[in-house]
């Protein structure tokens, strides 16, 4: 168990809707980033939250937005769903200071499928 | 290209060493990563090594690290059925908090 959570496990929706992903970070982490798991994609990077303000910014599209709360939890929302977005939704934090080794702990992934 | 390259499929006879191998680009980098995924599964963190490093040991893994080539080798040894999985290998690049992964290497595990 990484201490990272991720909810809900499991996602179907239809297109055109709009979805909200949580999660919880390791305590004590203060920064939270996202990722896109498909099958042709492999791993993409969408965004990245440190204590509370956007830090980085990968292949993350208009549609989607995300942000980082006071208790430091995240939530990544998607929005006017396609059939492309059904893929794996991986919340990762670490500790996020400058010189640690930066290791990223992964959660469990929150599956999204769009019919 | 991409930043980290790995080949995509490794057979390995039970007991027998496996060897995965990963090219990366930014010579930059300042720690580089190992993660496994099983089926269903998040990304587990199996050892990294920072780049000053030329090798590191855990157990029955073995990281070895060519920063001349930029190749990073990941090692098990004895491997088990329960190493079957996805690695992906990762590397963090210099000042920067971000971690490009590469597209994973499934090993599949011959009985």
Aim: some cysteine; charged content about 20%; proline content about 3%.
């Amino acid at each position: 168990d990484s201490g990272v959570t991720q909810t809900p496990k499991h996602l179907i929706t239809a297109t055109g809707q709009r979805v909200t992903l949580r999660c919880s970070p390791r305590s004590g982490d203060l920064s939270v980033y996202w990722y896109q798991q498909s099958l042709d994609q492999g791993l993409q990077f969408l965004i990245q939250y440190y204590n509370g303000e956007e830090r980085a910014k990968g292949n993350i599209l208009e549609r989607f937005s995300a942000q980082q709360f006071p208790d430091l939890h995240s939530e990544l929302n998607l929005s006017s769903l396609e059939l492309g977005d059904s893929a794996l939704y991986f919340c990762a934090s670490s500790v996020g200071l400058t010189g640690s080794a930066g290791t990223q702990y992964f959660g469990p992934g929150t599956r999204l499928l769009v019919l | 290209g991409e930043d980290v390259e790995q080949s995509l499929f490794l057979s390995v006879r039970e007991g027998d060493s496996s060897v995965i191998n990963c090219t990366y680009t930014d010579s930059s980098s300042t720690y580089l990563y190992w993660y496994k995924q099983e089926p269903g599964a998040g990304l587990q963190l199996l050892t990294y090594i920072f780049s000053n490093m030329d090798m590191k040991q855990d157990q029955r893994l073995t990281v070895l690290l060519n920063k001349k080539d930029k190749h990073l080798s990941l090692r098990i040894a004895d491997t088990q059925t329960g190493d079957s999985a996805i690695y992906f290998c990762a590397e963090r690049k210099g000042g920067d908090d971000k971690i490009i992964f590469g597209k994973g290497t499934r090993l599949h595990i011959l009985p």
